[in-house]
């Protein structure tokens, strides 16, 4: 019974992960738990294992030792196909990589994969303008609906990490893996990304690695910091932000971690 308490409440867990690169232990024991329709958050000084975490989540890198279960199912051996297939989908893997196509077009990428008719440019243009609607809707919901007929290399930054999130929206994931969302973006970029986050986590599960410390604070639910590969601490950011160890790991207070990751 326990059991299925479990995989009723986690929708991803590893057990004792571990990553060993030739002697360099990048991941070290660690035991996730990710509540089925929760934002978490990976945190942690730079190199911490945060971005190996996501490598080995996604089959990018296969473990050293320990497992991995979505949604109570051992995927530890699967490859990275298989595990987008059950609903666990990383931005990167299906983000605007066509720059000379429409805004409109590169969603309707996205959901030609969510049909089964991926990459099929030759099909007709009938056949895939019966995608419009749904496009337009997922770019309706990011707030690219005016950009549609844009072609994507000219997009503003921040709005092409909103496009990389309808993309990923297409496939209609259970779970979203984002990697660094707001890096690289202005202020006003980075509050627009964050609320969009937000909006559509509602009836699935975030996991995000995230350095802005305002993001974090005020989106995820549950925070899980990594410090040279292990988990250093895990809670709400009123908890983790009040941890000694954690303040030390980041050499400063909680404020001067905010500071530093606006820097």
Known sequence: MGSNLGMHQYI?????????????????????????GSIHSLIGPNGAGKTTC?????????????????????????????????????????SAVFPQLTV???????????????????????TLDALNPKAISLLDQVGLADFAQEYTASLPYGRKRALEIATTLAMDPLMMLLDEPTQGMGHEDVERITALIKKVSAGRTVLMVEHNMNVVASIADTITVLARGTILAEGTY???????????????????TTEKAQQ
């Open 12 to 36: 991803l867990e590893t057990k004792h992960l571990i990553k060993d690169f030739n002697g360099f232990v990048a991941v070290n024991d660690v035991s996730l738990q990710v509540k089925k």
């Open 54 to 94: 996501f490598n080995l989540l996604t089959k990018f890198v296969a473990p050293t030792s320990g497992r991995i279960l979505f949604q109570g199912t051992d995927i530890t051996h699967e490859k990275p196909s298989q595990v987008a297939h059950r609903g666990m989908t990383r931005s990167f893997q299906i």
């Open 104 to 126: 409109l077009e590169n969603v309707r990428i996205g959901l030609q994969r969510a049909t089964g008719l991926s990459f099929h440019f030759w099909r007709s243009d009938k």
């Open 238 to 256: 009123a908890e983790v932000s009040r941890n000694e160890a954690v303040m030390q790991a980041y050499m400063g207070t909680a404020a001067g």
